[in-house]
């Protein structure tokens, strides 16, 4: 069965300590990554899409990394408006459009 | 650049109406997809479009959702009747390539 993971469920941050968000997934085919973050009562909104392992892209404070079994999202000196939920999701072989999502990091950055 | 649209933000209705969300999606985006977000469950796609065809509504959780899409900018997700399990926050989302975008959502609340 296909499936998405996303670690830890929740991540609390002193403002400029650096972490990690990982993100596993157990697919067939996977033709991309990609990564989303949510803030309380809004959409989803895109982040990064990743497409093949070795694969990195960066975005301000953020970079995120891809191997043949997981992605990491890097926060860089994080500041309190980082704090939201980033969510994981991967787009399979076999699918035309259907990500799976995982539940989501909810990361909470204290000044 | 105005983004996906969604309407109305917030519904609260009664067990047995009918309910209508619609969205209006990216223009120039050819795929549509609709979305459903609960604690339990997290984000799970329903049914998705590609050049105003239904490609795959296999996450369409039974016979009282419909969704169609009669033209490139305009969509609706219909529940009839309503059932207080269907309360969820619903998204539509809109892509030209695999990068899909998020609208804000409606709140849908079932008493």
């Known amino acids: 069965e296909d499936q998405v993971t996303q670690s830890p469920e929740a991540l609390r941050l002193q403002e400029g300590e650096s972490s990690s968000l990982n993100c596993s997934y157990t697919?067939?085919?996977?033709?991309?990554l990609f990564w989303y973050r949510q803030d309380p009562g809004k959409g989803p909104e895109f982040l990064f899409t990743?497409?093949?392992a070795g694969e990195e892209k960066e975005k301000e404070r953020l970079k995120a990394t891809l191997t043949k079994k997981e992605s990491f999202l890097h926060i860089t000196a994080p500041k309190p408006e980082d704090s939201a939920t980033y969510l994981c999701?991967?787009?399979?072989?076999?699918?035309?459009?259907?990500?799976?999502f995982g539940k989501g990091t909810k990361l909470s950055v204290k000044p | 650049d105005a983004g996906v649209i969604q309407s109305p933000r917030h519904e609260v209705t009664e067990m047995g109406q009918e309910v209508t969300l619609r969205c209006k999606p990216i223009?120039?985006?050819?795929?549509l997809f609709w979305y459903r977000q609960t604690m339990m469950r997290g984000l799970e796609l329903l049914i998705y479009?590609?050049?105003?065809?239904?490609?795959?509504d296999s996450g369409m959780p039974e016979d009282r959702f419909s969704a169609k899409m009669p033209n490139a900018s305009f969509s609706t997700l219909k529940i009839q009747p309503s059932e207080p399990r269907d309360s969820a926050v619903y998204f539509c989302?809109?892509?030209?390539?695999?990068?899909?975008?998020f609208g804000p959502g409606t709140r849908l609340t079932v008493l």
């Open positions: 999701a991967v787009l399979i072989g076999g699918s035309q459009g259907n990500l799976i």
């Open positions: 697919v067939s085919g996977l033709r991309g």
């Open positions: 990743l497409y093949s």
């Open positions: 223009s120039g985006h050819n795929s």
């Open positions: 479009f590609n050049n105003n065809v239904p490609i795959d």
């Open positions: 989302a809109s892509a030209l390539g695999l990068s899909q975008f």
